[in-house]
């Protein structure tokens, strides 16, 4: 884990359809925080080659919400919302290395 600076934080607590998952063999039912670096900056090449994080959530591209990405700071580190995956992503992306399962609940200022 120690070679990504920073990690994607699932949430098991807020299950949902939220759209397909970016590699395109499931529904991304489960939420997640994306580090803003790999967005602004670039996307860990691990990261790129499974496609984790980009699927079509419709909460960010359907303007279910009223900025359609939040951004939500943690730990010193700051993050973009709505975005998800499907649970086979982020079992791989966890065993990998470069996501974590949050142990808190998902952030109330961000549903």
Known sequence: MGEFRQHAVIYKDMEDVYGPCGCGMDMAILPMLIPRAWIIEEW??????????KG?????VSGFSCNQVFEHEMDGVEYLA???CCRDCAE????LGYAVWS???YPMVLR
């Open 56 to 60: 079509f959530d419709f909460r960010r």
């Open 44 to 53: 860990p090449a691990v990261v790129e080659a499974h496609e984790f994080g």
């Open 103 to 105: 142990e808190k609940s």
């Open 92 to 95: 791989r992306a966890v065993e």
């Open 82 to 84: 709505n975005f998800s």
